[in-house]
């Protein structure tokens, strides 16, 4: 009777079936008496093969599979949902019944005997319906351990039994708020992350499980399935406790004030000992008979109507998915190939090492010499800081501002004050007017001694630069060699430190030399001197001549200047402008030895640098005891060892996936003749 019945169903279905695998009407609506759909067979190979792909955990190759996800607040009557779809029945207990994800994986089987298999941890348990309760509160037990804590790793559940629906769910724990004894106080939001990162995928379609007693818009389930799904398109309400409050819930159906996409099921769960055929036939007297309910459409009430819907949904879902799921396994598959192939080879003899080694170091050179000397910057065309040639011109010139801010300063400060000053301690009974050289040098030392810092600052400046430029090249170079890294970052800084001190030795010696001696053949201090001087006899007239009233003068070559402090030092004036015009012009030839003569002497440095002392001290480093000779290279670094281990694994899953579902595609396309 069964069978004959099947078979009818079966051919008459023949072209919603397809559709269905296809995704373009997913409404039909026949309502078929017996939990059994006639999809089974075809939709079964596509459910094993999505199966096989959640085994493979392809999740955590970031592809998420389409899945029915159940949510719903405690005491929804969630777990009697799935038992009534199951045909079996499940834990129920004080608290949270189900503390971890069960995966529930219905089967139709013509054997008349159920059977039933529980996987988790990589273990397979097989099970019967009396003891499968207390099977799942075991592996629970071992999954989210023996307390009332809760769990993300999944347990898979399937149930083989005559007349299932082909359908398979996750089944996720009940909302609670407030936590039992036991449970931890943070359960609510431990349960909710668990809820959110299953339902947040755009394949994941929610089953929100609603009680008819309570007021929809209250619901924390339909909350959080708001907050993923606003419009409800992938959302299906199940409405249990029909029988136990009647009232209202044809209109609460039709209102939808809680946008529920793919529709309402009202259903009456199995109740006391009753069996689950006898629940059938009281749930379909109900709806049939009950003055308020009778009026609900028959097409959307009864648990068969539900499992319909069920492989509908997820038939739909499916095909609506799976083209998507196998473009983005290929993608991944080529690019993590790719990578694979990307990974440097794993060095297997010394003549191997030193290629390498030779080869790194060389391609090291030649891009240093690139962006320090010849201002080449192909290799770095977006990294502004790897522009070292124009970043060593940006640190030279504000060291050079700094110094010429700092000159102008003093030439204008106090004008002719400290002149005065040394003038009045040098005087000694002799000829008048023969300029005192002490008076000369001690102004010049006290310049010197304040400007000393500069050039030291500047070298300091330029080395730390340096240092994260040639650090940065080698560790680029070396990426993939790790034991070369080490020893080249060691050599880099060591050679850079070296370097740094002789650069300090270099400018304090130049800086000794300044202050030791007043010294210079060039041209421009006399003509400087000279253009100063002449305007000498101006600058003595106007600041002594009584009817000016002018505060300032305007000294050419350095600027207008204060002069009311002057007038009391009469006659001293023209000695001190004197001695300032040679101070003035001297300066700037001293300043621009400070400049030039530094700048030279780092371009030198940097150019043995490059050329021949940072290869010497890394094969120096590379062969001492703690570098630990050429061999070291062969060691393949743990980065690289990770990387590659878990690229082959995820290559692996791929590739595996990628076989399954290119068998799915195959029988889907002969569906579609
Ligand atoms: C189920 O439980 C019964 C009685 O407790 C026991 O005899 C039977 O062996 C159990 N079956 C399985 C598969 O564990
Ligand atoms: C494989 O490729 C994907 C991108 O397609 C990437 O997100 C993933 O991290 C790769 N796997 C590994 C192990 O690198
Ligand atoms: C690379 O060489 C190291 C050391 O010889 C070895 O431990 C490792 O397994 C090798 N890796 C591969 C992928 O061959
Ligand atoms: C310059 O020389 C004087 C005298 O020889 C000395 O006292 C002073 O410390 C020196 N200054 C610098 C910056 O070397
Ligand atoms: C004072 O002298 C300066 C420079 O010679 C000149 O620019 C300015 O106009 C003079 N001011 C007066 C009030 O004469
Ligand atoms: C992955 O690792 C296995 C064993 O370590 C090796 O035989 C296989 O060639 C590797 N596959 C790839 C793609 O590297």
């Given at each position: 009777m069964v069978g004959t019945a099947k078979k009818t169903r079966r051919t008459t279905n023949k072209d919603d079936s397809l559709a269905v695998v296809h995704g373009e009407?997913?409404?039909?609506s026949t309502i078929i008496?017996?939990?059994?759909?006639?999809y089974n067979e075809k939709i079964r190979p596509i459910l094993d093969a999505v199966e096989n792909l959640r085994r493979l955990n392809i999740a955590k190759e970031g592809i998420q599979l389409p899945t029915i996800v159940v949510v719903g607040d405690q005491s929804s009557g969630k777990s009697s949902v799935l038992e009534s779809l199951a045909g079996i029945s499940l834990p129920r207990g004080q608290?949270?019944?189900?503390r971890v994800p069960l995966v529930m994986r219905l089967q139709s089987h013509p054997l008349p005997n159920p059977e039933l298999m529980l996987e988790f941890n990589g273990k397979s348990i097989s099970t019967d319906e009396d003891n499968v309760s207390d099977a799942i509160n075991i592996a629970t037990d071992e999954l989210?351990?023996?307390?009332?804590g809760i769990s993300n790793t999944p347990l898979t559940l399937v149930v083989k039994k005559?007349?299932?629906?082909?359908l398979t769910m996750v089944d996720l724990p009940g909302i609670t708020r407030v936590p039992v004894h036991?449970?931890?106080?943070?359960i609510y939001d431990q349960i909710k992350d668990i809820i959110m990162e299953y339902i947040r995928p755009e394949e994941s379609i929610i089953l929100n499980v609603l009680s008819a007693?309570?007021?929809?818009?209250?619901c924390e389930s339909i909350r959080m399935s708001q907050s993923v799904d606003k419009t409800g398109l992938r959302t299906l309400a199940v409405v249990t406790k029909a029988d136990k409050s009647p009232e209202g819930l044809l209109e609460k159906v039709t209102a939808d004030d809680v946008n529920i996409g793919l529709g309402y099921v009202c259903v009456r769960n199995r109740i006391g000992d009753e069996s689950y055929e006898e629940a059938r036939i009281e749930e379909e007297r109900l709806f049939e008979s009950?003055?308020?309910?009778?009026?609900?459409?028959?097409?959307?009430?009864g648990v068969p109507v539900l499992a319909q819907r069920l492989v509908q949904v997820q038939g739909m879902i499916i095909s609506k998915t799976l083209p998507e799921i196998v473009k983005k396994i290929n993608e991944k598959l080529t690019y993590n190939l790719s990578e694979l192939d990307k990974l440097p080879v794993n060095l297997t003899c010394v003549a191997d090492a030193m290629t390498t080694f030779m080869h790194i170091i060389g391609l090291s050179k030649e891009s240093l010499r690139k962006i320090?000397?010849?201002?080449?910057f192909d290799e770095y065309?977006?990294?502004?800081?790897?522009h070292c040639t124009a970043r060593l011109v940006d640190l030279l010139d504000s060291y050079s501002n700094h110094l010429q801010c700092f000159s102008e300063k003093e030439a204008t400060k106090d004008f002719l004050m400290e002149e005065i000053r040394e003038l009045q301690e040098a005087k000694?009974?002799?000829?008048?007017n023969f300029m005192p050289r002490t008076a000369f040098l001690s102004i010049h030392q006290r310049k010197v001694k304040a400007i000393a810092h500069m050039p030291i600052d500047f070298v300091h400046n330029v080395w730390e630069y340096l240092e994260t430029v040639v650090s940065s090249v080698l560790l680029r170079h070396c990426e993939n060699y790790y034991q070369l890294q080490v020893s080249t970052r060691r050599a880099g800084q060591s050679l850079i430190a070296k370097m740094k001190e002789s650069s300090i030795k270099h400018v304090l010696v130049v800086v000794e030399m300044e202050n030791l001696t007043d010294y210079t053949c060039n041209p421009e201090f006399m003509a400087e001197y000279n253009k100063l001087i002449s305007q000498q006899d101006d600058f003595v007239k106007a600041v002594l001549?009584?009817?000016?009233?002018?505060?300032?003068?305007?000294?050419?070559?350095v600027g207008v200047i204060d002069?009311?402090?002057?007038?009391?030092y009469f006659s001293m004036l023209t000695q001190a402008f004197d001695l300032k015009g040679r101070m003035i012009a001297y300066w700037r030839i001293v300043q621009k030895r400070i400049i030039d003569s530094i700048a030279m002497h780092l371009m030198l440095s940097i150019h043995n640098l490059v050329n021949k002392d940072l290869e010497k001290e890394i094969v120096h480093d590379l062969m001492s005891p703690k570098g630990g000779?050429?061999?070291?290279?062969l060691e393949e670094s743990p980065s690289i060892a990770g990387k590659r281990d878990k690229l082959n694994r995820s290559v692996k899953v791929l590739q595996e996936s990628k076989e399954t579902v290119g068998n799915l595609m195959d029988r889907i396309g002969t569906y579609g003749d």
């Open positions: 009407n997913p409404q039909v008496a017996p939990i059994v759909s006639s608290g949270i019944c189900t989210a351990g023996n307390a009332k005559n007349g299932v629906p082909d036991g449970q931890p106080e943070n007693t309570v007021d929809f818009t209250t009950h003055p308020m309910l009778s009026k609900i459409d028959k097409s959307i009430v320090l000397l010849r201002g080449e065309p977006d990294e502004k800081n790897m000694l009974i002799g000829l008048p001549d009584p009817n000016n009233n002018n505060q300032t003068f305007d000294l050419k070559g002069v009311a402090h002057l007038k009391q000779g050429i061999e070291r290279l």
